[in-house]
């Protein structure tokens, strides 16, 4: 059994303690951890005010929290606090790479590699920033496993034009985990810049941004059991320095004029306006919390429970699993004639959670030749019953389309 004692873990979640919902779908958004609760309100009963402006004593105490989250996120995922820029979402900090890098640094010639594997929000800022630039798109595929082609990417990068490789860490789909640290060495190698989309990966696996090599790393705190409306966004300072500010307004500049203005340097340059503040305390605490668990015993965790997911998923006959041995915290898997919608439906009414369609990853699903898939996501609260529950559920969805 896992190293994590997952039902004294499950009653740190609200939404789960004293529940009996199997909640499996931590890969769309991770149940909010009750110490990330507390942090945001303490924020609003206690100190709340506005950050980096005030002199008083609660706007002072409120740019601490503010800057001490920062570091604390900075330092779980192993960067630096002042190349950590804190966006809405995931979404928005990899737009702010496409759009910013992007627009300084492409034009017409030069390639985007992108993978099979990835999220629309980590390939749709890209075809944008091609649109505008007359760069364009190149992919690099999967293969029967759903592992990386890193044979194409070489040779796509041989060709000399590669000005960036865009890659997922985790797919949310398959669950295929790419060396992401060998990716971004093959693009340095040949003078590409590699970009990194770690939404999957961070709440699972122990990942150190330095270490990839990467040069920007996005991720999203409402996956990593924190709240929504915050996202990381870990950029090489040199290069950030040289990028022109994504948004313009407050907290960004360094002095402004009628006819022009001058910016502030990273982190503020790329944080226009009111921060969210409360949301950054959250994911702070959020990844304190996750670090005193260590991400070690998380992944150790997951990938029993996933692997007990398999095997039990593999005693049904009917069902195709989709997906490599070695994968992410996920199963997503196909019910010979059912259509995933139904399944999901039908295992809802029985306090199972999945998630069911094309996961925002459309290439991928037209690679595996389907629509949608059916996808079960485990977490730190994850356990053999639920998954036992799942195969059950499932057994009732075959004995319904009979």
């Not at 995922?77 to 759009?99: D, Q, S």
């Not at 190698?189 to 150190?208: E, K, M, N, R, T």
């Not at 994968?327 to 004639?337: H, Q």
Request: aromatic fraction near 6%.
């Amino acid at each position: 059994m896992s190293l994590l004692a997952a039902s004294s873990v499950r009653e740190q979640f609200p939404v789960l303690a004293g529940s009996d919902v199997a909640y499996l779908d931590s890969a769309a958004t991770a149940q909010t951890v009750e110490p990330a609760l507390e942090a945001m309100d303490a924020y609003y009963r206690e100190f709340r005010a506005s950050v980096h402006r005030g002199v008083y004593p609660l706007a002072a105490r409120a740019t601490e929290a503010f800057e001490g989250a920062r570091a604390q996120i900075a330092r779980f995922a192993g960067a630096e606090a002042r190349g950590t820029i804190l966006t809405r979402n995931a979404t928005e900090a990899l737009n702010l790479v496409a759009f910013s890098w992007g627009g300084a640094n492409l034009g017409p010639g030069d390639v985007v590699v992108v993978t099979e594997l990835e999220h629309h929000s980590s390939l749709v800022p890209w075809q944008m920033a091609c649109e505008r630039t007359g760069a364009r798109i190149a992919a690099v595929p999967v293969d029967e496993q759903l592992e990386l082609r890193l044979d194409v990417l070489d040779e796509l990068l041989s060709r000399g034009d590669v000005k960036a490789v865009v890659t997922t860490h985790l797919s949310n789909v398959s669950g295929t985990i790419v060396d992401v640290a060998e990716v971004a060495r093959r693009a340095h190698a040949a003078g590409a810049i590699c970009v990194v989309d770690g939404s999957q990966a961070v709440p699972q696996l122990p990942v150190d941004v330095a270490a990839t090599g990467a040069d920007f790393y996005a991720w999203t705190g409402h996956k990593a059991y924190g709240p929504t409306g915050i996202g990381v966004l870990h950029g090489t300072y040199a290069l950030l320095r040289e990028m022109p500010p994504f948004l313009g307004g407050g907290h960004m500049i360094q002095s402004v004029s009628i006819d022009r203005s001058t910016y502030a340097q990273p982190p503020a340059r790329f944080e226009a306006g009111t921060s969210n503040i409360a949301e950054a305390i959250g994911l702070g605490a959020a990844c304190e919390w996750l670090a005193e668990i260590g991400m070690g015993a998380v992944r150790a965790h997951e990938r029993e429970v996933t692997a007990y997911a398999v095997e039990r998923l593999g005693e049904l006959d009917g069902i195709e699993l989709h997906g490599p041995v070695e994968r992410g915290a996920l199963v997503s898997f196909a019910v010979e004639g059912v259509h995933p919608h139904d399944v999901a439906e039908i295992l809802g009414s029985r306090g199972v959670c999945v998630r069911a369609g094309h996961h925002c990853a459309q290439p991928l699903m037209r690679r595996l030749g389907v629509a949608a898939t059916t996808r079960a996501s485990f977490a730190v609260h994850s356990t053999h019953e639920e998954v036992d529950r799942l195969v059950a559920g499932l057994r009732d969805v075959q004995r319904i389309f009979a």
